[in-house]
């Protein structure tokens, strides 16, 4: 790094490219998974929201007992289109101005979006709020996961990364709780407290982030290796001057110049470009990682489990057997929360492959198992047994995709490119998440495609896809350091992947071991 400090000498013991990490660190790695709850409640406040008497007089008139399906498309689906594009231009902020510092300004958006929709009385300013809310939303949401998994170890990063999927699913019990609370209510406290009860979460983490330190490879790829070490020190907690932060610093840096040897830095739009470079048919190119991520979103969306988070409460209420559909949307949230810790060990024990492979297969049986009984019959038996496969299902999902799509597209990345392929991979799971808004309503409403619990039949049919995917293109990355996960790409195929064992590291291959060191420094402030 010309005119930075003198580049650190690193270890070729492959057991030493990472610092051993104290309980306090941990913490600190957990603290960012925080971001999932406002992320969740946000999503999922509004399944109760429109179902509600009172909203729904307010924006239909005294005389309607439900949302048009357009309405009810726009106000779910208009948070997924600013989103989607808060995530693409989160990329480049983190790259510019740090990791940390955009998921603090990604809750000032936020928060400006939640005020608006706290003020609003009708349908133009709730959406115009939504709309704000989505670009925060979509900043935080793509920059936290690449941040968790920047900061977190090797050992815990899956079990870490999933916290935030869990994260989500507590925002989504605490949105359907609060909803169960005040749907009686005859005045503007029934959609207000909801919505204006997001601020607190994004206080919460703006405020915690101010504590936390900044990525280290931020830093590294800033060219900062002073304030690289001083970061990893914090987090490790470790003293700056250990070895251990020597040689996990020497470690992050020879991986960030041998990708930087293979596709030198170029501008602004060369930098974009080079997501989409190399073959599509090795597994190691920036183009088959930026399909991997940006394809694995979208299958994540094509599960269907936002269909039950966001038109639950009215899909029961067309069942026309449930007295309380407000109480089975908050029993299906439940199931979710329960769920998702499962993946806390699992991740690192079982792996993210074979989770993926598992969990489309039983998403799969439970869904055709549901949409084969609503066909059948609507007697109140039957449907109580669809209820019970749809949390079945939904136990699939949030054990196994939920987290493991997140976690995944955190670890596939090298470090050049690793913002903007967050960003992007981030960006698909918006996009399908807002078409899968927009759509459902039409397919599922009896104004319309009047399909109820036949929907499911597509959801299976997707999850039948998602199967397959997950066989031949999702690599096993357990255990690995992300410049490991970088070797192991070139090396393997997704098929072949879990039986790599790291062999050597990088600071070894390019020179900057501790006899090696004092050379290359020279040749670096020449």
Same mark, same amino acid.
């Given at each position: 790094m010309p005119g930075g400090p003198a580049v650190p000498h690193g270890s070729a013991d492959i057991s030493r490219v990472e610092a051993p990490v104290t309980m306090k660190a941990y913490l600190m790695c957990a603290f960012a998974a925080f971001g999932g709850i406002f992320f969740g409640y946000d999503s999922g406040y509004i399944n109760g929201v429109t179902g509600m008497d009172? !909203? /729904?007089? %307010? /924006?239909?008139?005294?005389?309607?007992?439900?949302?048009?399906?357009?309405?009810?498309? %726009?106000?779910?689906?208009?948070?997924?289109?600013? #989103? $989607? !594009?808060?995530?693409?231009?989160?990329g480049d902020l983190a790259d510019w101005t740090g990791r940390r510092t955009t998921i603090i300004g990604g809750c000032v958006v936020f928060l400006i979006g939640v005020i608006l929709q706290t003020a609003s009385a009708g349908l133009g300013l709730l959406v115009a709020g939504r709309l704000i809310a989505g670009f925060g939303v979509g900043a935080v949401s793509a920059i936290l996961i690449l941040y968790m998994s920047e900061i977190a170890p090797r050992k815990v990063r899956g079990a870490l990364v999933s916290g935030y999927q869990f994260c989500v699913t507590v925002g989504l019990l605490l949105a359907s709780a609060i909803d169960y609370a005040t749907q009686d209510r005859v005045d503007t406290g029934s959609y207000r407290i909801p919505i204006a009860i997001q601020m607190l +979460?994004?206080?919460?983490?703006? #405020?915690? %982030? %101010?504590?936390?330190?900044?990525?280290?490879?931020? $830093?590294?790829?800033?060219?900062?290796?002073?304030?690289?070490?001083?970061?990893?020190?914090?987090?490790?907690?470790?003293?700056?001057?250990?070895? @251990?932060i020597r040689d996990e610093l020497a470690e992050i840096i020879a991986n960030h110049e041998y990708e930087l040897s293979v596709a030198p830095a170029t501008g602004y739009w060369g930098s974009w470009l080079t997501c989409f470079t190399g073959s599509i048919w090795k597994s190691s190119s920036n183009l088959r990682r930026t399909i991997l991520g940006t394809s694995l979103q979208m299958m994540q969306q094509w599960t269907g489990v936002n269909f039950v988070f966001y038109f639950g409460t009215t899909f029961f209420k067309q069942l026309g057997t449930i007295q309380n559909p407000f109480l089975i949307s908050l029993i299906t949230t439940l199931v979710n929360v329960c769920s998702t810790p499962i993946s806390f060990w699992s991740m690192e024990r079982v792996g993210r492959r074979p989770l993926l492979i598992w969990g489309a297969l039983g998403m799969v049986v439970c869904q055709f198992i549901v949409a084969i009984i609503g066909t059948v019959t609507s007697a109140e038996g039957p449907t109580k047994a669809m209820i019970a496969f749809i949390c079945i299902y939904i136990f699939f999902f949030a054990s196994t995709w939920g987290p493991g799509a997140w976690v995944v597209i955190g670890e596939i990345y090298p470090l050049p490119m690793r913002a903007r392929g967050v960003a992007l991979s981030t960006a698909s799971n918006w996009l399908w998440n807002c078409i899968i808004a927009v759509i459902t309503p039409y397919m599922v409403d009896t104004d319309k495609g009047n399909l109820g619990a036949k929907v499911f039949y597509i959801w299976g049919g997707?999850?039948? /896809?998602? !199967? $397959? @995917?997950? @066989? !031949?293109? /999702?690599?096993?990355?357990?255990?690995? #350091?992300?410049?490991?996960?970088?070797?192991?790409?070139?090396?393997?195929?997704?098929? #072949?992947?879990?039986? +790599?064992?790291?062999?050597?590291? @990088?600071a070894a291959d390019m020179g900057f071991t501790e006899d090696k060191s004092l050379e290359h420094a020279h040749k670096e402030e020449v």
């Open positions: 009172y !909203f /729904i007089h %307010l /924006i239909e008139g005294p005389d309607a007992t439900a949302l048009t399906s357009s309405h009810k498309s %726009l106000i779910t689906s208009i948070l997924s289109a600013g #989103t $989607f !594009f808060g995530a693409l231009m989160a +979460w994004a206080l919460i983490l703006a #405020t915690g %982030l %101010l504590m936390l330190p900044e990525s280290p490879r931020y $830093f590294v790829k800033k060219g900062q290796a002073d304030k690289a070490a001083l970061n990893l020190a914090r987090l490790r907690g470790q003293p700056v001057e250990s070895d @251990y997707l999850c039948t /896809i998602c !199967f $397959f @995917y997950a @066989y !031949f293109l /999702i690599p096993e990355v357990k255990g690995l #350091t992300l410049e490991q996960v970088d070797r192991m790409l070139e090396e393997t195929t997704p098929r #072949t992947s879990a039986k +790599w064992v790291p062999h050597s590291t @990088y």
